[in-house]
């Protein structure tokens, strides 16, 4: 072997990077950052070389993918999308996963694998929620069945097209569309037995992690223990009323009625059917009523009907399918640009023992205080007579902003939970149709291949944005997983490094030369597993390349057929699930899957030898030497 000290350096730095990995006690993205600086310092890679991973077209199209799975998290499709599936598949463990596998390789053997998961990986999170179920059990599959079901197909994965065009420029006669679709089936039938024995291991410590989760409610939770549904009403102002053009402040209506206005729903001037038909407003001081508003009030029923009738207005809970089977009014409050939280009262606060009247809360925070929740009572009624004890919790409404204000104040209250991420999950509903279109028009454009592939995939990210599937930018930030794109991009250099200094091609070729006398057999598996180790750490793409010429020459040296050996090739390539970077959808997975680097050598190690050592057997019988 022709061992250089650049070599010996890399080989040293990605053993190095393993071992950290396999240890888990520094983040993954934070050990390949610092393996690919000191390939950097010790100038086996350039910086241009060194940072070519964050500008690479898997990279781009991970975080436009992760804008897209969280537009469609966020409009609540991936919910509607796992509530078909949940009731195909019910609430058992096994039927699920077997469901998800097939899924995900039917879809995965047209779009991308990379696309697969990102389309998929939110709804099978909602799924799992959906069944309480851990989505442990669910993404490990979910990211090993992508890359099954590409073998289906020849255009599934780019390791299919690459021996395919070494066979064409042989002059071989070329593949069909599913000339691989022998060899998915007994991919994916492995693969889906192997999860279905493991799957005890996929959810093994990870029922720990859920009582580490926030113990914060629900703004639904809130809701219904503040009993806000059995409280609230709805009344619609017509054109004739005499509370039209008048501010809520002149109409003192709390102190007349000891009702409470605390929500005013206006029709939108936007005719588009990307924005919405209504706005939310919270009721504030000098809020105007104006026909055709529709005003949401909490308070007592028989407050109601004096109010209703004084002003001329329509009690639409008398008239609509609004109420419960108890009889109670259903509450129809939502939360997507308005929202509640509870706060308590600090020890020092300057609220304790005044009336709530006297506390301007609305004038200083802009939010309404809706309940109070005082030794077990919730008081709900006439609360600007209520005076403040310390203990009590407040229930506030106000617009997310407000409320994101208010979680900064420290000296008089103090915001219970994280109301903010409990806003993130409030679903906008009435955009899951748009982000329906985007996503189907996004995986036939792939299909097609009308546009690169990250192309299509930024202008759905951008189209999830624009059309508010999204809230905003930030909301669009926060769906990408950057420990898993700074791994990939940190990472995707290293195969540089491996390439450069020649360490590839010594394995390739002394695997291939030393196995090549004991027959067809073992150099296939040479091949095979030369391949396959390879793949742990560059591209499955690169490791294409640079073996089908190595295995068609070998093949036709041994005067063997080529095709058993490029096969081999593209299946190696393909199948690498031993660690999370070795390809995109493995990188996906881990964080919301709460998968460590062993995880993957656990489960993933295992089904990789597998899968090896049975097209062994298989490639000869489908396609003899």
Not at 96 to 117: D, E, K, Y
Not at 193 to 202: A, D, G, N, P, Y
Not at 241 to 262: A, D, F, G, T
Not at 448 to 465: D, Q
């Amino acid at each position: 072997m022709n061992l250089n000290i650049p070599m010996i350096i890399t080989l040293i730095i990605l053993a190095g990077a393993a071992i950290c990995f396999m240890i888990g006690k520094i983040r993954s993205d934070l050990v390949a950052m610092c393996a690919l600086i000191l390939l950097v310092l010790f100038n086996i890679l350039t910086p241009g070389e060194a940072l070519s991973g964050f500008s690479n077209s898997v990279v781009i199209m991970m975080i436009g993918l992760f804008i897209v799975g969280g537009g469609i998290f966020q409009t609540g499709l991936a919910k509607i999308a796992s509530g078909k599936l949940l009731k195909l598949a019910g609430t058992n463990e096994l039927t699920l996963l077997i469901m998800v596998m097939v899924v995900t390789s039917a879809l995965g053997g047209f779009v991308s694998n990379t696309g697969t998961v990102a389309v998929m990986l939110p709804i099978v999170v909602s799924l799992a929620m959906s069944a309480n179920v851990s989505p442990s059990l669910l993404l490990m599959p979910l990211a090993f069945s992508s890359s099954l079901g590409a073998m289906f197909t020849l255009i599934g994965t780019p390791p299919n097209l690459i021996i395919q065009d070494t066979l064409i420029a042989a002059g071989e006669q070329e593949l069909s569309f599913f000339s691989f679709a022998p060899i998915g089936a007994v991919c994916l039938t492995l693969g889906l037995l192997f999860m279905i024995v493991m799957r005890k291991q996929l959810t093994r410590n990870k029922d720990a992690d859920k009582s580490k989760e926030s113990k914060s409610r629900s703004v639904q939770e809130l809701a219904k223990q503040y009993q806000l549904a059995e409280n609230l009403y709805r009344v619609h102002v017509g054109a004739d009323s005499s509370i039209v053009n008048k501010s809520l402040h002149e109409l003192n209506i709390p102190s007349r009625y000891q009702l409470n206005i605390v929500e005013i729903r206006r029709k939108s001037s936007h005719k588009n059917p990307f924005f919405k038909t209504m706005n939310q407003q919270v009721a504030a001081r000098d809020s105007v009523i104006q026909a055709g508003d529709i005003l949401y009030l909490l308070g007592e029923f028989d407050r109601i009907q004096p109010f209703v009738s004084d002003y001329q207005l329509s009690l639409m809970d008398e008239r609509t399918t609004e109420r419960q089977s108890g009889g109670q009014p259903e509450s129809k409050l939502t939360f997507q640009e308005v929202g509640i939280a509870e706060v308590l009262l600090t020890p020092q606060s300057r609220f304790i023992n005044q009336l709530v009247k006297h506390t301007a809360f609305r004038e200083k925070y802009r939010v309404n205080i809706l309940g109070i929740h005082r030794k077990g009572e919730y008081l709900l009624h006439n609360l600007k007579n209520e005076k403040l004890r310390f203990g009590d919790a407040l229930l506030v409404q106000g617009s997310w902003g407000d409320i994101a204000l208010l979680s900064e104040e420290q000296d008089d209250v103090v915001v219970v939970g994280q109301p903010l991420k409990q806003a993130e999950k409030v679903t906008l509903d009435h955009k899951a149709p748009i982000a329906a279109g985007i996503m189907i028009l996004m995986v036939v454009m792939l299909i097609l291949e009308v546009l690169p592939a990250v192309i299509t995939v930024l202008l759905a990210a951008i189209f999830m944005i624009i059309t508010g599937c999204l809230r905003n930018m930030e909301a669009a930030y926060k769906t990408i997983n950057w420990e898993s794109i700074v791994l990939i991009g940190a990472m995707i250099p290293m195969s540089i490094a491996i390439e450069n200094t020649g360490a590839a091609a010594m394995l390739s070729e002394g695997l291939v030369q030393s196995l090549g006398g004991f027959g067809p057999v073992a150099l296939l598996a040479g091949v095979y597993f030369a391949t396959s180790l390879l793949t742990l750490f560059i591209s499955n793409t690169a490791s294409a390349v640079l073996f089908a010429p190595i295995a068609y020459a070998a093949a036709i040296q041994m005067e063997a057929s080529p095709y058993p050996f490029l096969f081999a090739v593209a299946v190696a390539a393909s199948m690498c699930f031993a660690t999370p970077f070795s390809t995109p959808p493995n990188a996906l997975v881990m964080t919301p899957g709460r998968y460590t680097f062993m995880d993957y050598i656990k489960i993933g190690l295992p089904l990789q030898l597998l899968i090896g050592l049975a097209m062994i057997f298989v490639l000869p019988l489908l396609y003899p030497f």
